[in-house]
């Protein structure tokens, strides 16, 4: 019941002064978003390169997690929606846009894209705070939910970022993508490419904007990069 999980736990009492609440977008069919145009709430929308997200669900359907790794499964249109209401119902109530935060962005420079993301979202970003979001204790998490033993075994083994190598956007993925994923990804990279112009940037760190395009022999050339000019993931209810 989408409307109670808003009316009782978005919405209701909270034990802190921030809370961080994480979605998927695709789960929100049909949800009324009125509730988001509180203004106690800002909204932040995670996004990921389609190779990577490809592979990703690929790998989990060879291990029965899941039946078919498609354009629905991906969830990158249900994510454009969420952002379009989300910037919509912002609009309309005075408020800032939501924030979307690209993970490739997060992986290369963990620290200078969360201190962005915390000025946005105004909130403190103190060394000790840093501390806290640069290194965690490994194993599973109180609040790691239903699917962690399917999806969180890298992260349960992780005490801190794996900091990516400087390369193209995508290239370590596309590197072992089946040809079999090539046409899912063509269809996924508009919706991406959308909501990567929109992607908050940490200072002095140019994003990159992968561009894929299809081969003469149908396979995916290899990326070149444009500069962008500007994932529901999450809610801080401040």
Same mark, same amino acid.
């Given at each position: 019941?989408?409307?109670?999980?808003?009316?009782?736990?978005?919405?209701g009492?909270?034990?802190?002064?921030?809370?961080?609440?994480?979605?998927?977008?695709?789960?929100?069919?049909?949800?009324?978003?009125?509730?988001?145009?509180?203004p106690s709430?800002?909204?932040?929308?995670?996004?990921?390169?389609?190779?990577k997200?490809?592979?990703?669900?690929?790998?989990?359907?060879?291990?029965?997690?899941?039946?078919?790794t498609?354009?629905?499964? #991906?969830?990158?249109?249900?994510?454009?929606?969420?952002?379009?209401? #989300?910037?919509?119902?912002?609009?309309?109530?005075?408020?800032?846009?939501?924030?979307?935060?690209?993970?490739?962005?997060?992986?290369?420079?963990p620290?200078?894209?969360l201190?962005?993301?915390?000025?946005? #979202?105004?909130?403190?970003?103190?060394?000790?705070a840093?501390?806290?979001m640069?290194?965690?204790?490994?194993?599973?998490?109180?609040?790691?939910?239903?699917?962690?033993?399917?999806?969180?075994?890298?992260?349960?083994?992780?005490?801190?970022?794996n #900091?990516?190598?400087?390369?193209?956007?995508?290239?370590?993925?596309?590197?072992?993508?089946?040809?079999?994923?090539?046409?899912?990804?063509?269809?996924a990279?508009?919706?991406?490419?959308?909501?990567?112009?929109?992607?908050?940037?940490?200072?002095?760190?140019?994003?990159?904007l992968?561009?894929?395009?299809?081969?003469?022999?149908?396979?995916?050339?290899?990326?070149?990069?444009?500069?962008?000019?500007?994932?529901?993931?999450?809610?801080?209810?401040?």
């Amino acid at each position: 019941d989408g409307a109670a999980v808003v009316s009782d736990v978005l919405m209701g009492s909270a034990p802190t002064p921030i809370m961080y609440y994480k979605h998927m977008a695709k789960q929100t069919i049909n949800l009324d978003m009125a509730w988001a145009a509180d203004p106690s709430c800002r909204h932040v929308v995670l996004i990921r390169d389609p190779v990577k997200l490809a592979a990703s669900f690929a790998a989990k359907e060879d291990e029965k997690v899941h039946s078919e790794t498609s354009l629905d499964e #991906l969830g990158v249109v249900s994510l454009v929606q969420v952002f379009s209401k #989300l910037r919509t119902v912002a609009a309309a109530a005075g408020l800032p846009p939501p924030i979307v935060l690209d993970s490739d962005d997060l992986t290369r420079d963990p620290e200078g894209t969360l201190k962005t993301l915390c000025a946005a #979202l105004g909130i403190p970003a103190d060394d000790a705070a840093m501390a806290s979001m640069m290194a965690w204790p490994e194993g599973p998490k109180d609040c790691d939910g239903v699917w962690a033993s399917y999806w969180y075994e890298s992260v349960h083994k992780s005490s801190g970022w794996n #900091l990516a190598a400087e390369k193209p956007a995508g290239e370590s993925s596309f590197k072992t993508l089946p040809k079999s994923l090539f046409a899912l990804v063509e269809e996924a990279m508009p919706f991406y490419e959308m909501l990567k112009r929109h992607a908050l940037k940490p200072e002095g760190f140019e994003s990159k904007l992968p561009v894929w395009t299809m081969g003469l022999e149908g396979d995916l050339a290899r990326p070149c990069t444009i500069l962008a000019k500007d994932c529901v993931a999450a809610v801080a209810k401040m």
